[in-house]
């Protein structure tokens, strides 16, 4: 499971009606996709797919559970202007927004489509001193320790350079064993993250076990009015964002919480033409999960067929027995081929039969990269 921290998190958590075949079902949390707003279930009788998990972090103040509670919309995180608001982690699931699988699902005339998810978790703010015990203590580090990825909500730029208060902290824990690898102690010593340093596969794996937080990938989140997000780039506070990024290694998305906020009382059919008159053609919420999984070196994969079409999580490079074993560890280990089509071939032929008529399906063995938007039916026998 690749997880992810966000600074803030907006996910609703409603009980809506999830699209059957002949009825409705109520589930208790959901995500909401994009296309014709269609409403998905989060959850599955069938094994969740690989999902990730984001920790939203950030100075106190700038934002972050007013954004969790857009995105979640579960109501758990009072967004109060007081430093320790949030004091246990808020956790919510959102689809990943993601129109092919609703192109699929029709397609295949599936009784139900079923999005990929996130896990994002609202960390209580963060103080200088932390890791000295001021503030919630170490407790902010333990909770931001168990994400893959770290989101970063920033209000403006001067904002960023005493977010450095976090990388100072983490840098105090990570530094007594530097003594493990040379070159990260070399940077840490520098005030650089872990992150910022080369290294190869088997340096990589030397240095897992330590958990080092720098060494997470972070997003900066830039929290704008809804007159920057057609145009951040003119917004001189978020410029200079941009510009300090990629020296820390990481990624810029622009927000307004008031715009997600805004998003989650519109009905789904009117979210599109307001995005538009915003001069934008998608939500903060898709960008971020698009610069997460771009962050993270993560692809997507669907199956499909008349009960469900289902989007999966894989980290990049993964074989066609990898991937298999992300839906079951006996598609894994009984694995003898993956029947595979492309996205864009399945779509232009219409079903799998008829690509198999094309000629485009193909036959991949247990060598085979999966690709991105790939359609598989895995061969197993266990």
Known sequence: MAR????????????????QRNHYQLMGVIGTGLSRGRRFSAASSSKISMSLKAGIVGLPNVGKSTLFNAVVENGKAQAANFPFCTIEPNVGIVAVPDPRLNVLSDLSKSQRAVPASIELVDIAGLVKGASQGEGLGNKFLSNIREVDSILQIEKRVDKLKKGKAKDSQTKIKEEAERSSLEKIQHALLDGKPARSVALTDLEKDAVKHLCLLTMKPVIYVANVAESDLAEPGHNPHVKEVMNIAPELQSGVVTISAQVESELTE??????????????????GLGNLIRATYGILGLRTYFTSGEKETKAWTILAGMTAPQAAGVIHSDFERGFIRAETVSYDDFVAAGSLAAARERGVLRSEGKEYIVQEGDVMLFRFNV
């Open 4 to 19: 992810i921290t966000l600074c803030s998190q907006l996910l609703p958590s409603l009980l809506v009606p999830v699209r």
């Open 266 to 283: 519109l009905p789904y059919e009117e979210r599109t033409e307001f995005l538009e008159s915003l001069g934008v053609s998608e939500s």
